[in-house]
């Protein structure tokens, strides 16, 4: 089976770049919070267009710190969506928050904004958006409402680095964006980290004290924190891909369209809304014969995963939630229904014409 993504091709063409740079780090001895972080947390903000950024150990982390640092906490809500990775509804829950539930758009599998006031009780304190697959959440629609009701808004940008509506990046819109560097995401490190990015100067001090230990140096804690620091290696390799980070996208981008040039005929592909700049993190189908496609693929050896087979109000370790199968028809009808395809920037074009080859017999036939 070849693999669903191979990080191996990019790291030989980046090889030298990375080699000097871990030299480097590694001579300085400093691997927490050294230069490397700040560099990199100079280049995100920058690139972003705010005034913070702030590296931490995980994806996951960034959205509990932030969540946190904006004052969520025990006996409040955050409305979130149902179809996303299973860490967005952890990070609530890790604050006290309640995660409340909004049914996705068929289109994007974004949360659908015009079901999100309806569920705004007096506890809602946010609203926790998901750039999901690399698309643009309704930012706009997401941030009115917001402001009506007076809500803080979290982005979850984990698979959405470089995503842009009208030219404004995902992550800038919000009280805060987070970032998960994953090895798989469209900026991977070889390791775990994470970023926050924001406006708001004071948050942005708790936050830097919550990612260590309470405390802004000198063994003075004011406030109990958490060990979760973006480490200097990580850095140090991200800033070596940050350089390419849109030529990464673009390439994403090129795939995705030879990919919708011979699919689409036969099966649902993603959705590009006009305002929207899509990064592809997935290349995500949807046909109602998924499965058959699916077994069609692995039988020639050919990967493809699905994200996400069970919406997050289905899972086991949300029972306690008391969701019923029907809550939510739009994320579940999804959830049987997606397949993602290998998508990355060095993904070779023959492996993807075998790919839709594949998905067309088995659609036609
Ligand atoms: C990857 C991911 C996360 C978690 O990021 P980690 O760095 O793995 O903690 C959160 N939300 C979404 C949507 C993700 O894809």
């Known amino acids: 089976m070849k ?40 280049n995100i903000r920058a690139y972003h267009a705010v005034e913070e950024a702030i590296g931490v150990a995980s994806g996951t982390d960034a959205i509990h710190l932030s969540l946190k640092a904006v004052g969520i906490g025990e006996g409040d809500e955050v409305i979130t969506t149902p179809f996303t990775f299973f ?21 994007t599998y974004n949360i659908d904004v015009s079901l999100i ?41 984990a698979q959405s680095f470089g995503a842009s509506l009208n030219g404004r990046k995902t992550g800038s819109f919000g009280d805060a964006g987070c970032f998960s560097f994953y090895p798989s995401k469209n900026l991977g490190a070889y ?8 406006h708001d100067k004071k948050v942005a001090n708790d936050i830097r004290k919550f990612r260590n230990h309470g405390s802004s140096g000198g063994y003075r804690h004011e ?6 620091r973006l480490d200097e290696i990580q850095a140090g390799i991200l800033l070596v891909k940050f350089k390419r980070i849109d030529e990464y996208n673009r390439m994403r981008r090129d795939k995705a369209s030879i990919y919708n040039s011979l699919l689409s005929d036969v099966v649902g592909c993603p959705v590009e809304k006009s305002e929207a700049f899509h990064v592809y ?7 109602d014969k998924r499965d058959f496609i699916r077994q069609k693929l692995s039988d020639s050896g050919l990967p493809s995963v699905v994200y996400y087979p069970i919406p997050l109000h289905l899972q086991e370790a949300l029972r306690f939630m008391e969701h019923r199968e029907g809550d939510f028809p739009v994320a579940e009808r999804v959830s049987r229904e997606v397949l993602s395809l290998p998508i ?6 023959d492996d993807m014409r075998a790919t839709c080859e594949i998905i067309i017999r088995a659609v036609t036939q």
């Open 3 to 42: 693999p669903m993504i191979d990080l191996r091709k990019q790291y030989l063409e980046i090889k030298d770049e990375i080699s000097v740079i871990l030299d480097d780090i590694l001579r300085s001895s400093q691997y927490i919070l050294g230069r490397k972080v700040s560099e990199l947390e100079e």
């Open 87 to 107: 860490a967005t509804a952890e990070a609530v829950l890790y604050t006290g928050a309640k995660p409340v539930f909004v049914d996705i758009e068929p289109e």
């Open 117 to 157: 006031e309806k569920k705004i009780t007096k506890k809602t304190k946010a609203i926790l958006p998901v750039h999901i697959f690399g698309h643009p959440a309704d930012m706009n629609a997401i941030m009115d409402i917001a402001r009506e009701y007076n809500l803080k808004v979290i982005e979850d940008c």
């Open 191 to 198: 390791g775990d980290g994470g970023m926050i990015i924001l």
């Open 223 to 228: 406030c109990l924190g958490y060990n979760s």
């Open 281 to 287: 993190h997935q290349y995500t189908i949807r046909s």
């Open 344 to 349: 990355y920037p060095e993904l070779d074009e």
